[in-house]
């Protein structure tokens, strides 16, 4: 009789999300002329840049004529796409990788899901505390996590603590905490917005190489670094032996609907003697069959130089939006992180509030939905989440009834 | 220290089509002027019909706007595409299957590989032999598959066997064998282009539901049927109770290059209890972001009127090319199968040769390539595998070809 992977058993449901909605709607209902402006949404809402549209028209004319067509493509992405990303981005942060380190894929989710098939189910994994879920969840599905405690984490999982404390980058496990094998930083981070500095970076980077973990490090929102910290972990000397990068389009130029990403694996890279990459490799071209030939146009494009003017464009919008989010949450005197370096804003909740309990206020009050920060893990708890995607008007209009609020109940 | 998951270091490289491409590559090294005509190539060669280039226009224009802009889509797939498919595909065939039932993924080889994620690491598992490499690579991942034998079969692996004998359909495991609890099934089939007729298919639902085994069906090539066999798993009365369904649009409408697939999970599926369907989709919303908006809108393209008129006609085209090489190969005095409902055709290899010494001969003589039946599993011995995605052009050559080599080497 077949049987479940009972680890999916174990795994709760993902609530967050729906139970926003849930609560959302039950406010709409209730205040049906209410105009509620969502500041929660994680999905970029500009449209696609004219060179990507453009690079997509032609290559849907490829298809159109048998000498142009294209079918299978090979597993691992274009040489075209891998040759410009190595050459227009690291090339263009001074870090040397060969296109054959690089394997085009259709979004960062599904690598850094599918990147734990490569590895032993016994590896002790490490995250930030917040997190992205999905770190979490697919450990927990491979059986990597062990139980569940009370308090909603795993007994397995190493948890690194941000907080206000360490200014929300996480510090080495202490010596009474295993050491862990596999090691998730994504920086700038969601859901905090904090970045690493190189310091910061090199003291992980260190670590991983004493101890022979892996670092999986998730780049997905580098494109909104302003300040001068690491874009990519290779830029830090040693990350190559220890090292996987993981590279999103969604956040760059807008592919959230397309799906393009890619993951980093340096030749170096080794466990058990054997290459990361050939692992992953052998993985893709057996459970996987390439990106779209069309979005592996698409993503050339971005990196063309019209590309990259008309990119900026489109990111200077969101960061303008961080802006505006950060500046009117200090004006009403709250204490506010992230949003110079990120999509995303993470403020301090007043009053020693919970999150959902803020959540609530923020909905009734001034109509403004965010993500309450405990939906992240428990270090998430008394924060809250604000993202730049919305539009310019509802961002400003969110604002003005946030300070508003703010001026009439202090 | 970081472990790699061991069984992939037990898993052998996949070495028949880089084999193939050593051979071909040293004979044309060896015989600069002569034209080699491959006729092994598993990849769709016509380009996309109209109806499904004017989709992707459109919907690349969509992407062009603000106001029809599509980022993230829902992870089991737009609802569009999920109806479409319900009311136009199996609308057509006379099966109730709910939109709801459908998961839109990037093509059948990603579902076919990640399927395995959601069932016990236990299970065992039975494919056909000789066999897409596929079902056995994803679950020697998975270890499932127990240890490899010098015969390179695994010891864990239920294989059943398809020869001339029976018709190259598969018996149902005999009383000595342990019961499977994941059955892989594909017919249309790769290599051997059999097909299992209502009866024979009955047979292993019937097995199935008493068994509490679940089947996996492969229906990638159900557009190239002709003679009344079923299409759908799912015409199958009580499949329902016991099988997922997994489609692709790369053979039906070209999608190679686009990546599109689905898999369907019914309602009344359970594994211990627990909906199929629910694992499916907490670990499609876990790992995976969905296909492709402008794919969708091609897919959903396909099933138009106008669409299917035209997608017709190509299938036409690959279907004459299959009667030829049937035809010219049994004018030969050849042994041939398939061909008649799949774009494959399996021929015997005369004279008691193996079937890489038939490849070394026919690439020698005839300048035609194939691919060795012994490359799909031992029981592929003895047998040779054409395909008819070729142009009309060169089949007609090679067919010239083999006749006169026969005729002059008999």
Chains 1, 2 share one sequence.
Not at 76 to 93: K, N, P, S, V, W
Not at 119 to 132: G, L, T
Not at 234 to 240: C, K, L
Not at 383 to 405: K, P
Request: charged share 20%; hydrophobic share 35%.
């Amino acid at each position: 009789m077949i049987q479940p992977n009972h680890h999916f058993i174990e795994l709760p449901g993902s609530y967050l999300f729906s139970e926003i909605s849930k609560r959302v709607a039950h406010y709409k209902q209730n205040n049906p002329s209410a105009s509620v402006i969502s500041l929660g949404i994680g999905d970029v809402t500009q449209p696609l840049i004219p060179s990507v549209i453009e690079a997509l028209h032609s290559a849907v004319d490829d298809q159109a004529n048998q000498e142009t067509f294209h079918g299978y493509g090979p597993e691992r992405g274009y040489a075209f796409l891998r040759e410009t990303i190595a050459t227009r981005y690291y090339g263009a942060l001074d870090i040397p990788i060969d296109p054959e380190e690089i394997f085009i894929g259709d979004g960062a989710k599904s690598d850094i899901g599918n990147i734990g098939d490569i590895f032993s189910s016994e590896a002790r994994v490490a995250v930030c505390d917040p997190v992205y879920p999905v770190y979490v969840d697919t450990n927990v599905m491979a059986g990597r996590a062990g139980r569940q405690r009370v308090n909603g984490l795993w007994d397995r999982i190493v948890y690194l603590t941000c907080t206000e404390e360490n200014n929300f980058c996480p510090d080495l496990p202490d010596d009474e905490s295993p050491v862990p094998d596999l090691i998730y930083l994504c920086f700038p981070n969601n859901p905090t917005g904090a970045v690493l500095s190189y310091e910061g970076l090199k003291k992980w980077v260190d670590y991983a190489r004493e101890n022979h973990s892996i670092i999986l490090f998730d780049a997905a929102y580098e494109v909104f670094i302003t300040d001068p910290v690491p874009h990519s972990i290779y830029e830090i000397e040693g990350a190559r032996s220890c090292a996987i990068e993981f590279y999103s389009f969604s956040k760059r130029a807008g592919f959230t609907g397309l799906r393009l990403g890619f993951t980093v694996i340096p030749k170096e890279l080794e466990t058990a003697g054997i290459p990361v990459a050939q692992l992953w490799n052998r993985r893709q071209t057996t459970k996987f069959n390439g990106a779209s030939y069309l979005t592996q146009r698409a993503g050339a494009a971005v990196f063309s130089e019209q590309g990259q003017a008309e990119m900026r464009q489109v990111i200077q919008y969101y960061q303008m939006n961080a802006r505006l989010i950060r500046d009117g949450l200090r004006a009403s005197g709250l204490q506010v992180y992230g949003g110079q370096n990120a999509p995303y804003i993470w403020l301090k909740v007043p009053d020693d509030r919970s999150s959902w309990e803020f959540f609530d206020w923020l909905l009734d009050r001034a109509q403004v939905v965010g993500t309450p920060g405990s939906g992240f893990g428990p270090s998430g708890e008394g924060y809250f989440r604000l993202t730049a995607f919305g539009s310019f008007e509802q961002t400003v209009q969110a604002m003005e009834r946030i300070q508003a609020l703010f001026q009439s109940s202090h």
